[in-house]
Each structure stands twice: as structure tokens, then as C-alpha cells.
């Protein structure tokens, strides 16, 4: 097994936690924050987007089972990475659509996909691609928080479009 980790945001990272933890051969989907200038940020910190952290989640996952590649089209193809800053009502810093990376290969990774899915988009894409300066894992309720919150309101009503999109386009990679 060669286990590889991959550290984006696109959003509020219950939406994305709640994409990434469907696909086969992902072990782990981790809530977080990256890229601010706060050390040891909570999540009250985050929501003022004045600390310059990311939601992100960090995603451990099996290369021989799923590519960085499809990881990067499932990234771009489950939120809109041309709102800058946004994603929904969602609004702020804290919400950039980001890759984050921690080698080359992932970084040429990412540059390939996001030109690729700039093919599917009339607007520009905003997402930046940026070396992982600093990462801190999210308070524990935010961690599997769509699996374990599925009838909450903000739940019901944001991330089952983005699975929708994610059962469309990549059932063969679901669980």
C-alpha cells in the first residue's frame, strides 16, 4: 500500500470531508486549518477570516487505488472553484477554493488538473495552488460532521448537491 496524503479546500470542509470520504481507497478524511498566520487556530479564530486560514481537509488515500489526478478532478468537479473567496453562502478566506501542496509531483498535479478543468468552467478559476505552509487539525465535532449530521439544516441543504454532482460524474470510485 503507498499511502499519499492531499491537503485542498473548496469551501466549508464539512462539504468537502463529506465528498472525499465516499471514494474507494481513501483511508481518512481529516478536517482542518491551513496557511494562516495563527498559531493553533479554533474555530471561532477561523470564522472571523482574519486569521488567513484555510478550511481544508487533508485526504490520506491509497495510490494503487485512486490517483492524486482523479482526487484533483473530483476536487474541481464537486465545488466552484471560480468564486473567489466563496463557495455558496458561504463567504470569506476561510472558504478559498486551494490546493496545497507538499512535492513537486503534486504540485504539477495540480496545476495539469486545474488547467483541464478550466475547460469545464465559462469563469476563470480562482483556486490558487500554494506550498502547505502550515496545517492544524479541526476540533473533534468537525470531523466526520456530515456523516454524523445528516439531518442538520445546513447539512440537508449544501452537501447533498455536491455528492450529487460527486454520484454523476465518479460512481466507479465510490464505496
Not at 470520504?21 to 478536517?31: A, F, I, P, R, Y
Request: with cysteine.
Amino acid at each position: 500500500m503507498a499511502t499519499k496524503e492531499l491537503v485542498v479546500g473548496g469551501g466549508c470542509f464539512w462539504c468537502t470531508e463529506a465528498v472525499f470520504e465516499l471514494l474507494k481507497g481513501v483511508s481518512d478524511v481529516e478536517s482542518g486549518y491551513a496557511n494562516g498566520h495563527t498559531l493553533n487556530p479554533s474555530y471561532r479564530d477561523i470564522c472571523t477570516g482574519e486569521t488567513g486560514h484555510a478550511e481544508v481537509i487533508k485526504i490520506t488515500y491509497d495510490e494503487e487505488m485512486i490517483t492524486a489526478d482523479t482526487l484533483l478532478d473530483i476536487f474541481f468537479a464537486t465545488h466552484n472553484p471560480t468564486t473567489l473567496n466563496q463557495q455558496g453562502a458561504d463567504r470569506g478566506t476561510q472558504y478559498r477554493s486551494t490546493i496545497l501542496y507538499t512535492d513537486e509531483e503534486t504540485k504539477e498535479a495540480a496545476e495539469a488538473a486545474l488547467e483541464a478543468a478550466q475547460k469545464e468552467y465559462d469563469q476563470p478559476i480562482v483556486t490558487t495552488i500554494e506550498p502547505l505552509k502550515s496545517y492544524y487539525k479541526a476540533e473533534n465535532y468537525h470531523q466526520d460532521y456530515y456523516r454524523l449530521n445528516q439531518t442538520q439544516g445546513y447539512c440537508m441543504a449544501v452537501i447533498p448537491p455536491k455528492l450529487a454532482k460527486l454520484k454523476a460524474k465518479f460512481a466507479k470510485e465510490m464505496v
